[in-house]
């Protein structure tokens, strides 16, 4: 393979949900790149391809620090961006790790439109991995979206009012919802479930794939702050037709 750059999806949690195409481009390349979160941290996505990696392979860990404001954020996408074309440019075969699918809610994405502005010749491809919405369905045996309905995978709403008109537009459209970033929202989103009647059918999904997986109905989840990587599917109802 010639030097280029190929965002990777992995995951989530568990390294057995890697595609064989991205085993085989992990296997392939010369340097990993991985998201962190801290200097020195060991990055999520670099430790669920820990399996995959092998000792001779150069690690680019990127500071993509988890701060709300606009600038840090473009700095680090455009800093990343410029170490990752250096390197193919120097001639290496890069990977860059990126937990669940790449093109998701996902670093991987602002990556590349970083690179396609900055970088145009830079060689990029994707290969999509399994996003934790579509894992932890699997994990629960949980329909996501059948016949007419519709599926919206979105963070969790900022407030109750905005929860409330999520929830009832969902009702009425037959949208199930995957709700991402539910972590310390948790606290006011489950009250608003139990008034609906939701919490036995919602799904509450954290750290899916890993050994401290949790997963279950949301009525056994308590009502206080959650990880991050916690995340719920809320089905509403269930079309007429089913066996
Ligand atoms: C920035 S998004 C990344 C989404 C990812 N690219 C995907 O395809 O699933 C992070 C959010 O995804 C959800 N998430 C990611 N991995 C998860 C996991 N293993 N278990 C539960 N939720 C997860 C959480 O809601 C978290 O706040």
Do not use: N
Request: glycine fraction near 8%.
């Amino acid at each position: 393979m010639g030097p280029g750059l190929t965002l990777v999806g992995v995951g989530p949690g568990d390294p057995e949900l890697l595609t064989v195409a991205a085993v085989r481009a992990i296997a392939a390349a010369d340097v990993v790149a991985y998201p962190v979160a801290r200097e020195g941290a060991a990055g999520m996505a670099a430790t669920i391809a820990s399996p995959w990696i092998r000792p001779e392979q150069s690690l680019l860990p990127l500071l993509f620090p988890m701060v709300a404001g606009a600038e840090p954020r473009r700095q680090a996408w455009l800093a990343a961006a410029d170490r990752l074309a250096a390197a193919v440019a120097a001639g290496r075969v890069v990977v860059l790790l990126c937990e669940g699918d790449v093109s998701l809610f996902a670093t991987g994405s602002y990556v590349l439109l970083a690179l396609k502005q900055h970088h145009p010749s830079c060689p990029v491809r994707l290969l999509p991995g399994i996003s934790a919405v579509a894992a932890a369905a699997a994990a629960a045996a949980f329909p996501l979206a059948l016949q007419q309905e519709g599926l919206l995978i979105r963070p969790t709403p900022e407030s109750p009012a905005a929860l409330e008109e999520l929830l009832a537009l969902a009702a009425r459209q037959q949208w199930v919802l995957g709700l991402l970033k539910l972590g310390h929202r948790w606290a006011w989103v489950r009250p608003i479930l139990e008034a609906r009647g939701l919490l036995d059918q919602a799904l509450f999904a954290q750290r899916v794939g890993w050994p401290d997986q949790l997963l279950g109905p949301a009525a056994a989840v308590a009502a206080e702050e959650q990880p991050y990587f916690s995340l719920l599917l809320v089905r509403q109802g269930w079309p007429a037709v089913l066996p």
